[in-house]
């Protein structure tokens, strides 16, 4: 989907932020972390902050500016105390497309190593990828092909990984291998978690799910499951705009018809519109799976993403 559009309050806050940062950065010089620093990490999200955790392990400090699992992220505005975490920082991981705008708003013509989840060359390859192919993920004209919630498609999650170590080995030399080592290691967890979505595609190629917002793309995507949410309501979802009551009468409709055998729900993003529409799933019996924009407290990357591809396997496994 589009990334989320920015009222008129956030753009002048992003503003102010970067004209900060611009202030504290001075010349835009940073000394490199010595051998026995701590590299400081800020990443925009819990998500991208557990992995550039797991890369780096004990030689880095990871801030994450959005970690509140009950907020939305797409509203969030930024600070002047973010501009100065963003200024501060060795590393600044991201996720790009949009998605957390007000990162490149504050790092604006800096020089500091930024690893971003979305690149433009990626989006090209993705799109050549057979599984990402068209990217109409059921619906034809549907074009998925800028949705910005890429930590759902756990190829690019390791490819960020490798990013991150490759900067961070860039920070501290001496340490290269260290985090090269950790990054093949994060990436064998999460080959296991794409081991297990394969699973689920191949018992359930097919089968159709509603999805409140499409978080969790990539995920149902290499699920082979069936996207059937009536386009009415998924182009307002794109549109930033209240569903029409024709769209959300279409997608009651749908499933108290039963027509998907699961709904998948984005809490984060909760609205009175959403909020009926998982009631009425729970009313027809239609499992309901949650599916988060950031990490639950205490838990890592890999555990919440196996956590919530367990939830999926267990809802499909209830209309066996």
């Not at 590299?39 to 801030?63: C, L, Y």
């Not at 998907?260 to 984060?268: D, E, G, L």
């Not at 890999?302 to 209830?318: F, K």
Request: aromatic share 4%.
């Amino acid at each position: 989907m589009t990334s989320r559009s920015r009222s008129a309050s956030t753009a002048l806050a992003g503003l102010a932020a970067a004209a900060l940062a611009l202030t504290a950065c001075g010349t835009g010089d940073q000394a490199a972390p010595g051998a026995g620093d701590k590299i400081k990490v800020v990443a925009s999200t819990s998500v991208w902050g557990s992995v550039a955790q797991a890369v780096g392990g004990d030689a880095v400090e990871v801030e994450s500016i959005l970690n509140d699992p009950n907020a939305d992220p797409h509203s969030h505005e930024s600070t002047p105390q973010d501009a100065a975490k963003v200024t501060d920082a060795d590393l600044v991981v991201y996720n790009g497309g949009g998605y957390d705008e007000f990162i490149e708003q504050i790092l604006g013509s800096a020089q500091k190593p930024t690893v971003a989840a979305v690149e433009d060359e990626h989006e090209g390859e993705q799109a050549g990828h057979e599984e990402h192919a068209g990217h109409e993920h059921g619906h034809e004209g549907h074009d998925h092909s800028v949705n910005e919630h890429v930590w759902y498609d756990l190829h690019v999650v390791h490819e960020v990984a490798d990013r991150i170590a490759d900067e961070l080995g860039k920070l501290q030399p001496e340490k290269a291998e260290q985090f090269k080592q950790a990054a093949g290691q994060f990436e064998t967890e999460v080959g296991a978690l794409e081991t297990k979505v394969g699973e689920i595609a191949a018992a359930n190629q097919g089968k159709p799910v509603i999805v409140t917002e499409p978080v969790a793309h990539y995920l149902v995507e290499a699920a082979k499951l069936q996207d059937v949410t009536p386009q009415s309501f998924v182009n307002a979802v794109e549109a930033e705009t209240d569903p029409s009551a024709a769209a959300v009468a279409e997608i009651q409709n749908a499933i108290n018809g039963k027509q998907a055998v699961a709904v998948i729900y984005n809490p984060q993003t909760e609205s009175p519109v959403t909020r009926n529409v998982r009631a009425a799933a729970e009313q027809n019996q239609i499992p309901v799976v949650e599916m988060t924009e950031v990490l639950p407290e205490g838990k890592t990357y890999v555990q919440w993403m196996d956590a919530q591809i367990a939830a999926l396997q267990n809802a499909l496994n209830q209309n066996r």
